[in-house]
C-alpha cells in the first residue's frame, strides 16, 4: 500500500486567494483552477472577467501539472518539432496541456497538487501560479513555526 | 442587443458558502459548482470527501440547470420511457444532466446562474442547492435593505 | 452582479448577411456561425457549396473569437513552437481554434459576440468575417442617428 | 494536508490474480482492470478470449467503483426512470459505469482502490471481481499477521 499526501480544501483556498491577489495586482483577470495530486479538480474560480475558454485550460493546466508532475511551460520548451517529445500536446484529446500557466505544488519534496492559470500572457499566468504557491507555502510556514 | 444579468464572483461564493454549510450540517461532503447564465463555471469546490466522479456531474447539473433554465430533477420526471423527452439524458454527450440537484438560480424571475452539487443522494444534493440559493438571497436582501 | 451586453438575433442577421455579400462577392461559398459573447451559437449559415468540415470549424472559430476576446490569426500568431503559447490549438479537444477567420464583434469597447468563417483561405474567411462586422456596425450607426 | 491509503502495483497484482484464477475456473476470459482510490488505472490484464469491448468497459467499471466509492451494480439497482438518480449512466460521457462488475476495494473501512471486470455476465463479472478481492485481503493478512 502506498500512502499520499494530498492538498485538502483549507489549502486549495490558500493557492487560489495567492493567485487572485497577483492577478488583481497586474489588473489581469484570471481564471484558477486547483487540482489533487491525481490531477482531480478540487477548486475553482473565475475572476470577473476571466474568459469562457480559461474555464477548461486552466484545469487542463492545473490537470498536467500534477498528473505528469511537471509545469507546463517545461513541456512546452521540449514540445517542438523534431523533439521526440513533441506531440504530446495533443495526448488526452488535448488535456495534456503544454501552454505555460501550470506548475506542480510541492511539500518536503513531493507533489501533493498542482494550480493552473489562464486569461493573460502565458508568463502572466505563471507568475499568478507562482504567486498563488508563494502565498500557501507562507502561510503553512506560519501556522506551523 | 439584449443586456443579460449574471451573478459575479462574490454571488457564486454565497451560493458555494451556503450550499457547503448545509452539507456540512449533514454529514455529506460534497462537490458544489456554480455557473453563469450561459451555463460556464464561475467557481467550484470539492469539499474534503467529496466524489471524485461528482466533479463532472455536479458542473454538468449547473450546466443543465442555467443553460436549459430548469431544475434537473424536472428533467428526470419526464425523462422516463415513452414520454418524447426520453433521451434528453444523453445529448450534449452525456453533459445534460438529469439527475436530481442541479437548480437555476432566478432573480427578479430571470436566470441568473445555477448551482449543481453532488456526492449524496439526490434530494441530498437538492436540498444543499436550495440552501445556497437560500443563503444567496438572504445576503443579497440584507445588503439591499 | 454583472450586467452583460450580448448580441441578439437581428444583430445576428446583419453579421450573417455582411460577410455572406462579400463571400458572395468573391465567389467562394461559406460557413458562417455568429455567437453571443459566452460563445454560443446564435446563428449558422452554409451557402451553397459551404464545405461540410467548415460547419464545425466556423463556429470553433467564432466560439474561440467570442469566449477569448481575441482574434483567431492572433492566437495563429503566438502559437508558434518554441513560444509558451504554444498547444493551446489543441485546447478544448481542438475546438480552442487558431486558425484566420474568427473575430470578436466589439460594441463601444465590450465584446458582445463574435463571428467565424471557413471554407476560403484564411485572408478569405477573416476578410469575411470583417465584412460581417462592417455591415453590423454600420446598419447599427443607421439606426441609432 | 490530506493522508490517503492507496494500492500500489503488488496490491494490484493480486488483485488481478484472484480474479483471473476464478474467471478462469469458470471458463469465462476476461477484461480485469484494477485502479487506485482516485480511478487511475493501476493495472489491466485482458486475458486470451477477452472482448475487446471490455477492455473500456472493465477500466470504467473500476473508475466508477473508485471515484464514486459504490459498487456500479448498486448505480444499476437506483439507476430506474422515474428514479432521481436516473441519467447517472450517461455522466462523464458515459464513462460512470452502472453496470454490474466494478467494486471498490476497502481497507480498514477505506476505499484505497477498485476493480472492474467485463466479458462475462454482470453476476459473473461480479463474483469474479469478488474473488479479486477476497484473494487481496486474504493474501494481506497472511503478509501480516
Given at each position: 500500500m502506498l500512502t499520499v499526501t494530498r492538498l485538502d480544501q483549507a489549502d486549495a483556498r490558500l493557492l487560489l486567494a495567492g493567485a487572485a491577489a497577483r492577478a488583481q495586482a497586474i489588473g489581469v483577470p484570471m481564471c484558477?483552477?486547483?487540482t489533487d495530486e491525481s490531477g482531480?479538480?478540487?477548486a475553482f474560480e473565475r475572476m470577473d472577467g476571466g474568459k469562457v475558454t480559461s474555464i477548461t485550460v486552466a484545469q487542463d493546466k492545473a490537470f498536467t501539472a500534477a498528473a505528469a508532475r511537471k509545469a507546463t511551460h517545461e513541456y512546452n520548451q521540449a514540445c517542438v518539432p523534431g523533439n521526440l517529445v513533441f506531440g504530446i500536446h495533443t495526448a488526452l484529446s488535448g488535456r495534456l496541456s503544454v501552454v505555460?500557466?501550470?506548475l506542480p505544488v510541492l511539500v518536503e519534496g513531493e507533489v501533493v497538487g498542482a494550480i493552473g492559470l489562464s486569461?493573460?500572457?502565458p508568463q502572466q499566468d505563471i507568475d499568478c501560479a507562482q504567486?498563488?504557491?508563494d502565498h500557501f507555502l507562507q502561510h503553512r510556514?506560519?501556522?506551523q513555526s
Open positions: 484558477i483552477a486547483v482531480n479538480l478540487l505555460g500557466g501550470g486569461s493573460g500572457t504567486a498563488g504557491i510556514q506560519a501556522v
